[in-house]
Every structure is written in structure tokens, then in C-alpha cells.
């Protein structure tokens, strides 16, 4: 068996009592003491501390690096302010989906890029490849940590930490910061539906910055919070995930982020496949869905959506589900033919051999207030 | 990790305990923490038959489904209607107010055969 990797922050974990499985190779924490339901509870209502240091870092650099950026993403990053983060996919000449990461553009000659960390291998081949002579592909991946600080107590404690340095980033913006001692680059960016921050730092640095906002956190009620309760968190702000939800076979149209593509005057991988798509309709879309609490069901990653006077049955997958913890009963994600992806539609789930009814659901399960 | 010397386990993270003429059924310490929080239990109706190995229930969590199987065939003589609105009960106390059904069983020497604390204990460090 080969040795699971681990972040700079393994041995902290250890020392929390979190339950580490292999994550894609990686040795994470899925929870910690407290366990997925109360650690996704305090993000809501006070702060989680996150490991997502196995996510990859990667520098676009070059006089002609816009030009580079401009090809490889759906959004409009090129053009974008510097100091601003950009969610874009990246997309096959198909349509199909080769990641979804976050672009922050430093200056007009360079671009720092977090990627999944199931996907860095895969990324680094396909900036390496499409940008050819246009830019220079650095990978910084292993010597970069990547800590997230979410919930509504976020960002005044980071703040705090940070001198009162960040109280002016917006959201989806980031800037060069010091944090209890610690240069970093401070983005106000996550993936839990809630405020907050995601700090990029060497990993050497990365077990000095934990503690100190473990610190902090403890007396705010926040607690470090494991995978388990990322994926919940992400689910309830219906945030997809790549390789459940993302993939090479479907497109960001078919995903319901058509917000995220920039057709007009550009022309990036995948342009012509979804300029058709746009204009024509998808044929099948990422619908929400909510089974009630009465129902006692889970319907989960694979679960087939059925029609039973269909022939044959099957009319659509499911591709994320759980419990809604913060939202009460359970909720997924599923790709359905178009029509039968409006608010108020009635599904049927087989959840292991049970016909369970759930309802289309627009919109997140979760909103912030 | 220890487990209690008064029940008997299965391979698969069951343990017994007999309680009057039936055998009272619920996951170890072992189970719980392996699945995480515990969001629904759903268990048979008293007086079903249930077959040694067969599903007789599930046990989801935040993030997986897993199946309960008879430890023993036999008549379900209880059922722990608690779990309903509580399944976190299973994640607080597996040993007590955490357990799922009572079994009467068909061939008593099928207890006989299940394993002492000593020897699943065992089969946990194996795993």
C-alpha cells in the first residue's frame, strides 16, 4: 500500500482526536472529537477552522498570461480587477468539465490558482498543455497550506488577528495579509454557504496559524471541522463538487452555472459546444431536491431518480444527498431531463429498493441571513 | 478499546444481551465510531421473522448507509420506537438506551456460537 500523504497540520489533528481516512491519497481528518453534526452547527452559528491544505496552488505567470487565462476559463477572469478571486470551471472542447477552482488575479502578469485536490495532477497537465509557450505553469502545491475560517464569526476574529488588516475585503476579494504573525494571502472565499476567509500560507507557518485561530475560535464556540461536515456544509449552500457533481461527461450549463460562463465577444475551450447549448436548452439539468423528514429516507451519490410509467424507468441520477442538518430533512442533488427540473416537481428516489417521493427544490437549501 | 464481558458480539459489529427470553440487539462502540453521527435507524415491526444474516435494518449517518444483519434467526419481540425521534441515542450510549431490537431466537445454539467480549476484541484489532 502506498503511504498516504499528509498536510502540514497532520500531527494537530492527531492531537485533537480527529478519525483520519484516506481522502484521495491524502490522510484527512472526516471529524474531530465533536463530531460532522455539531462541527457543521458551529459553522453555522459561530466559526469552523478547516484543513484544506491537500488542495492545489499553482502560479500562471508571463507578459502573456491573460491571453493564457482567457482560453482555459469559462468566466471572465482575464478581465477581472486585480485583487479580485473569480470562481470559473475549466472545460474540455466537449463542454464537459476538466475542474472547477478559483482564479485570483495578483496582476495583469500573474494569476494564483487553487484547485481540487483530487484534480492538481490533472490541472497542472492541462495548464501545461493548452497554455503552451503562452505562460509559466508553477506548481506550489506541496508547500502551501491552505487553512478555511468560516461562519458568522469569521471575519471579525480573523480580522482581529490580521491587526483589523481585512475588515475592508469584500467578498471574492483577497490581498497579501499577516495573520497572528504569519504572511499569507487572506481571501474572503469558502465553500460552506456562510461569511468567511481562506488563508494560503507556507506550510511550515501552517501549524502556528492553526493553533492561533484555534485559539480564538475555542471561546467563540467555533471548533475544527473534518470533511464530513465540508461536504454537509457545501451541500445545504447547494455548492458542487467535482466528481460528483462536476465532471467531463456534463457541462456548467447542464450544472445550473450558466452564471459562471461568459460567452459574449470570448472564445475559451468549450465556447462553441456551450454558445450551442445556451442557444438550443440542455436536455437534462442539476435539480435540488428535499425528501421530507416524514419520508425517513436518505437518498445518496448513484441513487437512480425513477419514473415507474417510463420505459425504461430510469430517468436520472443522483448525484450528492444527506441529511439536511441545518435544514432538516434530506436533500441532493440530481441530474434530471429539463423539464422535470422545475421548483415544486415531484420526484421519485430508489433509495436502495424504496420508491421514496422528493420535491424539487430551487434556489439553496441553505441561505445566510 | 474495552468491551463489555457481559454481551456477545457478531463479525459484523453486533452485540447481545439477553434479556429475559430474547436477546437484545445493538452496534458497538466499535460501529458507532466507524460510522460517525448517527441520523436514522430503521428497524423491523415486532413480530417479524428474521433470518440469521439476512438485513434486518439500516443505520444511516451523515455520510454512509449501512446494513444491520441478524445476528440470529428468530421472532423481533421488541423494538427500540425511541431511535425514531432520537438516533442519536445510538452515538451516546451503543450499549444502552442506543439498542435496536429484541430477538427471540429460533436455535438457541446460534448464541453459543457468537463471540465473547475477549475474542471480538480480537477481531476488532484485526481489522
Known amino acids: 500500500m502506498s503511504q498516504l500523504r499528509k498536510t502540514p497540520l497532520w500531527d494537530a489533528h492527531k492531537q485533537l482526536g480527529a478519525r483520519l481516512i484516506d481522502f484521495g491519497g491524502w490522510d484527512m481528518p472526516v471529524q474531530y472529537k465533536a463530531g460532522t453534526i455539531k462541527e457543521h452547527k458551529a459553522v453555522r452559528e459561530a466559526v469552523g477552522l478547516f484543513d484544506v491544505s491537500h488542495m492545489g496552488e499553482v502560479y500562471l505567470r508571463g507578459p502573456r498570461v491573460r491571453e493564457a487565462v482567457d482560453r482555459l476559463t469559462t468566466n471572465n477572469v482575464a478581465a477581472a480587477p486585480v485583487g479580485k478571486a473569480v470562481y470559473t470551471l475549466l472545460c474540455l472542447p466537449s463542454g464537459g468539465v476538466v475542474d472547477d477552482c478559483i482564479f485570483y488575479k495578483r496582476s495583469d502578469e500573474e494569476f494564483f490558482v487553487i484547485v481540487n485536490a483530487s484534480n492538481t495532477a490533472k490541472d497542472l497537465e492541462w495548464f501545461r498543455e493548452q497554455t503552451r509557450s503562452l505562460c509559466e505553469v508553477v506548481d506550489v502545491s506541496d508547500e502551501t497550506a491552505l487553512i478555511a475560517v468560516q461562519g458568522p464569526k469569521a471575519i471579525a476574529m480573523v480580522d482581529r488577528l490580521a491587526g483589523g488588516s481585512l475588515s475592508g475585503l469584500t467578498s471574492f476579494t483577497f490581498k ?42 475555542t471561546p467563540l464556540g467555533g471548533l475544527p471541522v473534518g470533511l464530513g461536515a465540508r461536504d454537509s456544509l457545501r451541500l445545504e449552500a447547494k455548492l458542487p463538487l467535482y466528481g460528483n ?19 459574449d465577444n470570448r472564445d475559451f475551450i468549450g465556447a462553441s459546444v456551450l454558445r450551442a447549448q445556451k442557444a438550443n436548452g440542455v436536455t437534462r439539468t442539476l435539480a435540488g431536491f428535499k425528501i421530507a423528514d416524514t419520508e425517513r429516507a436518505i437518498a445518496r451519490h448513484g441513487y437512480p431518480v425513477v419514473d415507474r410509467a417510463a420505459t425504461p424507468p430510469v430517468i436520472g441520477t443522483v448525484t450528492s444527498g444527506g441529511p439536511g442538518i441545518y435544514v432538516g430533512g434530506a436533500i441532493g442533488l440530481a ?15 430508489d433509495c436502495r429498493g424504496k420508491d421514496v417521493p422528493a420535491t424539487v427544490v430551487s434556489g439553496k437549501f441553505y441561505k445566510r441571513s | 478499546m474495552s468491551y463489555p464481558s457481559d454481551l456477545r458480539y457478531t463479525h459484523d459489529h453486533e ?6 427470553a430474547s436477546w437484545r440487539v445493538g452496534i458497538t462502540q466499535f460501529a458507532v465510531d466507524q460510522l460517525g453521527d448517527i441520523t436514522l435507524v430503521d428497524l423491523p415491526k415486532e413480530g417479524d421473522l428474521v433470518t440469521k444474516g439476512q438485513r434486518f435494518g ?17 421472532k423481533v419481540t421488541a423494538v427500540n420506537a425511541s431511535l425514531k425521534d432520537a438516533p442519536e441515542q445510538v452515538n451516546a450510549e451503543p450499549y444502552g438506551g442506543g439498542w435496536m431490537i429484541e430477538l427471540e431466537p429460533t436455535e438457541k445454539s446460534e448464541i453459543d456460537e457468537l463471540m465473547n467480549a475477549d475474542a471480538y476484541s480480537k477481531h476488532v484489532a484485526a481489522q
Open chain 1, 176 to 217: 497579501d495579509a499577516v495573520v497572528a504573525g504569519v504572511s499569507c494571502v487572506a481571501a474572503r472565499t469558502g465553500y460552506t454557504g456562510e461569511d468567511g476567509f481562506e488563508l494560503a500560507c507556507p506550510n511550515a507557518d501552517a501549524p502556528r496559524l492553526w493553533s492561533a485561530l484555534l485559539e480564538a475560535a
Open chain 1, 245 to 263: 457533481d462536476l465532471d467531463d461527461d456534463h457541462t456548467p450549463l447542464e450544472a445550473g452555472l450558466g452564471w459562471a460562463v461568459k460567452l
Open chain 1, 335 to 349: 441530474y434530471v431531463p429539463t423539464a422535470k427540473a422545475v421548483a415544486g416537481t415531484q420526484l421519485t428516489i
Open chain 2, 15 to 20: 452485540w447481545l444481551k439477553a434479556h429475559g
Open chain 2, 58 to 74: 439500516t443505520v444511516e449517518s451523515v455520510k454512509s448507509v449501512s446494513d444491520l444483519y441478524a445476528p440470529v434467526s428468530g
